[in-house]
């Protein structure tokens, strides 16, 4: 089959170069030529140069692009040509296979990876906007590990946030901010998308000011993680009150109407908040995980291993407020989304509720119109069986007729009443269920104003 195909693909290049060159009026010359491209396909394939041990084939006729040689003419001649060409061995046939795969797998090799950036200086100006680097670059000058920017360089965002603290970093992943904070510069990784776009142009601003405020008492590196998970903040808070928006408006237009768009429409925006709070909860999660690591709060202090000063390892009290009031902040979102999504949840139970009364009801109208069918019926049998061309000696009674309305009408009456009376018994739904063969139950009553008998309390 590969034989095969290499004499297809030659062909294909004769034809080609036919169609280049304008003809290939001697044979020899289209021979070496067939037989040039197929030692060229089979080395790139892997197999041995060797096309056949006997002489070249020889190909007497025109090309295609001459008059008088057509498709049909062409495709005769090449068919009456003798195959010369030994086959192939089942190692050459392997090595061949093993060459496509392996050039298959192999493709090509990735160059080092760019990451798109934004620079601010120690006095908060803005040093390089959106400049190209190199992950390895970045890696080497910030003495970080490359796993460490795995996160980082991927345009799509991540689901867990995450606060990496190094020998003389700070990694921070959290929604749409990306940043390397260090002593005196802060590395700002561009996001992608419209919305992150809009919020990074925001942060970045924001930092740019907070820099820029010496006079806070706070060190560089405190200040840029301040302005970072203020922004968080308030990017989980603008959610909030936007998803808030939504879901009350529609909680409010369910208590009056209930329709089948409404209802889809409170299906979505349920799985939109559960999504808001899965991440607003991750958020907390990773600004908790760093406030129960007293490493990680003693290695923060950057200013200090940049200035050669030695900080005390238990002191770090000052980091801990900044985090414990994020941390409460946060907090407090992902408790109005509970709250949020409880109300949301008992509403989706009491739509469900009143859909199944509104159904019971119709099953209830459907049961009422068949008992009262079938007493009408029952009237119609009686009626029926009188109406039989039959002798029944009531021909010629006078009050017949009268007596047997009256049968009839009396008959359909006590069924319908009978069903009725049936349904509406069960119709009685208590919380607990009593047979109707069963006693009544006594009314409850506290031991104190019970009597005592043989047989137990009464």
């Known amino acids: 089959m590969l034989t095969t195909d290499l004499r297809f693909l030659a062909k294909h290049v004769v034809h080609a170069s036919c169609k280049a060159t304008g003809l290939f009026a001697h044979s020899q010359r289209a021979?070496?030529?067939?037989?040039?491209?197929?030692?060229?396909?089979?080395?790139?394939?892997?197999?041995?140069?060797?096309?056949s041990d006997g002489p070249l084939p020889a190909l007497p006729y025109l090309c295609r692009s001459l008059p008088g040689n057509g498709s049909s003419q062409i495709r005769s001649l090449w068919k009456s040509q003798p195959s010369q060409t030994r086959p192939l061995s089942p190692a050459e046939e392997e090595a061949g296979k093993a060459a496509i795969l392996e050039k298959v797998m192999k493709g090509r090799q990735p160059t080092d990876l760019m990451?798109?950036?934004?620079?601010?200086?120690?006095?908060?100006?803005?040093?390089?906007?959106?400049?190209?680097?190199?992950?390895?670059?970045?890696?080497?000058?910030?003495?970080?590990?490359?796993?460490?920017?795995?996160?980082?360089?991927?345009?799509?965002?991540?689901?867990?946030?995450?606060?990496?603290v190094r020998k003389q970093a700070i990694l921070v992943n959290i929604l749409h901010i990306r940043a390397l904070i260090k002593a005196d510069t802060v590395v700002l990784f561009d996001t992608y998308g419209s919305a992150d776009s809009r919020l990074h142009s925001v942060y970045l601003y924001h930092l740019e000011h907070n820099l820029k405020l010496k006079g806070s008492g706070l060190p560089y590196e405190f200040r840029a993680l301040e302005s970072t998970l203020l922004s968080?903040?308030?990017?989980?808070?603008?959610?909030?009150?936007?998803?808030?928006?939504?879901?009350?408006g529609l909680l409010a237009e369910l208590e009056d109407n209930i329709d089948h768009d409404r209802?889809?429409?409170?299906?979505?925006?349920?799985?939109?908040?559960?999504?808001?709070?899965?991440?607003?909860?991750?958020?907390?999660?990773?600004?908790?995980?760093v406030l129960t690591q007293d490493e990680d709060l003693s290695a923060m202090y950057l200013t200090d291993k940049h200035n050669g000063v030695e900080h005390d390892p238990l002191d770090h009290e000052e980091l801990e407020l900044l985090l414990e009031s994020f941390s409460k902040q946060v907090e407090e979102i992902v408790n109005e989304v509970e709250n949020l999504e409880a109300n949301v949840q008992s509403t989706q139970e009491?739509?469900?509720?009143?859909?199944?009364?509104?159904?019971?009801?119709?099953?209830?109208?459907?049961?009422?119109?068949?008992?009262?069918?079938?007493?009408?019926?029952?009237?119609?049998?009686?009626?029926?069986?009188?109406?039989?061309?039959?002798?029944?000696?009531?021909?010629n009674h006078p009050y017949a007729f009268f007596i047997?309305?009256?049968?009839?009408?009396?008959?359909?009456?006590?069924?319908?009443?009978?069903?009725?009376?049936?349904?509406?018994?069960?119709?009685?739904?208590?919380?607990?269920?009593?047979?109707?063969?069963?006693?009544?139950?006594?009314?409850?009553?506290?031991?104190?104003?019970?009597?005592?008998?043989?047989?137990?309390?009464?």
């Open 31 to 51: 021979a070496l030529h067939l037989y040039r491209c197929h030692r060229t396909a089979r080395g790139a394939l892997g197999l041995s140069p060797r096309l």
């Open 115 to 164: 990451l798109r950036c934004t620079i601010l200086d120690a006095e908060g100006n803005v040093k390089t906007i959106s400049g190209l680097f190199k992950k390895s670059d970045l890696s080497v000058e910030h003495q970080l590990n490359p796993r460490d920017l795995r996160k980082i360089d991927s345009r799509v965002p991540n689901l867990v946030p995450t606060i990496l």
């Open 232 to 248: 968080v903040l308030s990017a989980l808070e603008a959610e909030m009150v936007f998803i808030r928006t939504l879901v009350g």
């Open 263 to 289: 209802f889809k429409r409170l299906l979505h925006y349920s799985r939109r908040l559960a999504s808001f709070h899965n991440r607003a909860k991750l958020v907390g999660e990773a600004i908790d995980e």
């Open 350 to 395: 009491i739509v469900e509720l009143i859909l199944d009364s509104n159904r019971n009801a119709l099953l209830a109208l459907d049961l009422q119109v068949s008992i009262a069918t079938f007493g009408v019926g029952t009237g119609a049998l009686v009626a029926g069986l009188l109406g039989m061309n039959l002798t029944n000696h009531f021909e």
């Open 404 to 458: 047997m309305t009256g049968i009839a009408g009396f008959a359909s009456f006590m069924v319908a009443f009978l069903g009725f009376r049936k349904l509406v018994k069960i119709r009685r739904i208590g919380l607990s269920y009593s047979s109707t063969n069963s006693k009544p139950q006594r009314p409850w009553l506290p031991l104190p104003l019970r009597r005592r008998t043989p047989e137990g309390w009464f």
